[in-house]
């Protein structure tokens, strides 16, 4: 979705015309220029300028039909927010003042994606909107005219995207600016959308690294890649048992930004990068199970925040690192009851070959640990189902061994909307995943899943790193369309991960 801000209203001859009009409406509040009959029409249908509400109507303008929306932001969003009011209820209050933008900006794009309409004018004149409301609307605009189309064949017209194009007039002078940055944080969800949507024939690890190397060059990112030879030299027993049984060769992919102070250690970010879980010799149902193309929700989550902040010329030093691979069953498949030595020289007996996320997930703390000793340590995974049966598909979950990193990135996701919901930790669930023949085994049985997952990867953190790890199997896919998401790939954990490089990073350069 392009995005332009005018200075004035296009006139007759000064390029494509725009036929598609739409105001803001705070309330009951319509624009003052509006004509009558359009002002009859909104009383007639209702209209009371809810979050996401919409109005059309068309009236003759300039000798031609002209195409206008109304549509709503609430009562309270044009006399501002935050107004005697303690620093966190101002917040909250910020909160879901952004989030109602978007919703809006949203709606708009969500109704007319593919009227047929190629341009949009977004008239905020008058509308007593600051630059960052100007943004939300935008963001949520061009976060829901997302929609994977390229394997679309048999579309009919009416079906087809045809809205490219917003122009915004009326926008106070800052917005244009805060739009760049914005728009960089809507590149890096999209990225991440476009790698959770593809298919596993066309995503793997091989070519998850050749399209990250194409879409990153020229950001300023440095990349690192190490194939299955050097992983084997270095002795990632734990990953390279995992993709043992797949003809697709793994892949570790590193991703350096160093836009924070010289010599500053690094914060990782760690993606799961399973591109295809078929459960190994502990098969999936057959159900389903097509789903597990998206397994590497996490990877993709890293791989789109480090687009993003590259982008957006972020202030901080930042590695993502993706530890990239497919789970398959074929006859040098790694078997349930094996053994494997992990790169921090741990054994693990596999119980179950499904649980395979943390077997990646391992290794890979230990090579960031070592080459990076990062300041701390997030990872993101599609790790459990239960996360699933624990909190739907509402919340990741978090887990941490580090009260104000916990607390950082819980505000992050509520500032972002790409929510955390923290669970607890320690050695009662601890004991739960020792193995009588090697020091750990891979799971801890039917109750408390996700916590002794979490457990799991907390034996291969160093002492005095703060780490904390982010389930996000119920958040990364979605069934139905959300607020700024269609069905299909949400792009969760970019806009979080950006909110707390921002909030915390960034604010302490």
């Known amino acids: 979705m392009q995005i332009e801000f005018l200075d004035a209203a296009p006139t ?25 009959v359009l002002a009859q ?13 919409i109005f059309e109507g068309f009236v003759e303008r300039s000798g031609g039909l002209a195409r206008v929306v109304l549509v709503g932001i609430g009562a309270g969003i044009g006399a501002g927010i935050g107004a005697g009011v303690g620093k966190a209820d101002a917040e909250a209050d910020g909160f879901a003042r952004r989030q109602t933008l978007e919703k809006a900006g949203a709606a708009l794009v969500a109704r007319y994606r593919t009227s047929g309409e190629e341009a949009l004018l ?4 008058g509308g007593g909107l ?9 963001l949520g605009a061009r976060l829901r005219g997302w929609r994977q189309d390229g394997y679309r064949t048999t579309l009919k017209d009416e079906q087809k995207r045809s809205l490219t194009r917003i122009a915004v007039l009326g926008a106070p002078g800052e917005a244009q600016a805060a739009w760049g940055d914005a728009s960089a944080l809507a590149e890096g969800v999209e990225f991440t959308r476009e790698l959770v949507t593809e298919p596993a024939n066309v995503l793997y690890p091989e070519s998850f690294v050749a399209r990250c190397q194409r879409r990153l060059a020229g950001t300023g990112l440095e990349l690192t890649v190490l194939g299955k030879a050097e992983m084997t030299a270095l002795g990632m027993g734990a990953l390279l048992g995992v993709s043992q049984g797949s003809a697709r060769e793994p892949r570790l992919l590193a991703m350096v930004w160093n ?55 972020a202030k901080a030093n930042v590695v993502g690192i993706c530890g990239l691979v497919e789970n398959m069953p074929d006859g040098l498949a790694q078997r349930p009851g094996d053994v494997v030595t992990s790169l921090s020289g741990q054994t693990i007996e596999v119980i179950n070959t499904d649980a395979e996320g943390r077997l990646v997930l391992c290794d890979v703390l ?23 049966a624990a909190l739907a598909h509402e919340y990741a979950g978090l887990f941490t061994n580090d009260d104000a990193l916990g607390d950082a990135l819980t505000k992050a996701g509520k500032a972002s909307g790409d929510e955390l919901w923290r669970f ?24 408390g899943g996700s916590i002794t997952a979490a457990q799991f990867l907390a034996r291969f953190i160093d002492k005095g790193t703060p780490w904390a790890h982010l389930d996000i199997a119920g958040t990364v ?14 792009g969760f954990g970019v806009r979080l991960l950006d909110a707390y490089v921002r909030d915390v990073l960034e604010a302490a350069g």
């Not at 007759?12 to 624009?31: E, F, K, M, N, V």
């Not at 977004?122 to 004149?125: A, E, N, P």
């Not at 799961?272 to 929700?297: A, H, N, Q, R, Y």
């Not at 607890?424 to 109750?447: E, L």
């Open 259 to 313: 836009g924070g102070k010289k010599g500053d250690k690094p914060t990782a970010f760690i993606g799961k990068g399973v591109t295809f879980d078929s459960g190994g010799i502990s098969l999936k149902p057959p159900g389903g199970m097509e789903d597990m193309k998206w397994d590497m929700g996490g990877a993709g989550a890293v791989a789109g925040t480090m687009l993003a902040l590259a982008r957006r010329g």
């Open 122 to 125: 977004l008239d905020l004149s």
């Open 130 to 138: 600051s630059a960052a409301d100007v943004v939300a609307v935008l």
């Open 424 to 447: 607890p930790m320690g050695p009662v669930y601890d004991k739960m995943i020792d193995s009588p023949i090697a020091d750990m085994k891979n799971t801890g049985g039917r109750f």
């Open 12 to 36: 007759s001859g000064s390029g494509p015309a725009i036929r598609l009009t739409a105001h803001l409406c705070a309330g009951d509040s319509l624009p003052p220029s509006l004509e009558p």
């Open 477 to 490: 896919w979605a069934d139905k369309p959300g607020a700024t998401w269609d069905k299909g790939a949400t």
């Open 41 to 53: 029409g909104a009383a007639a249908a209702r209209f009371a300028g809810k979050p996401g509400q």
């Open 366 to 388: 230990t090579w960031a640990q070592r080459e990076f000793k990062p300041a701390a340590i997030v990872d993101l995974a599609t790790l459990t189902g239960a996360i699933i």
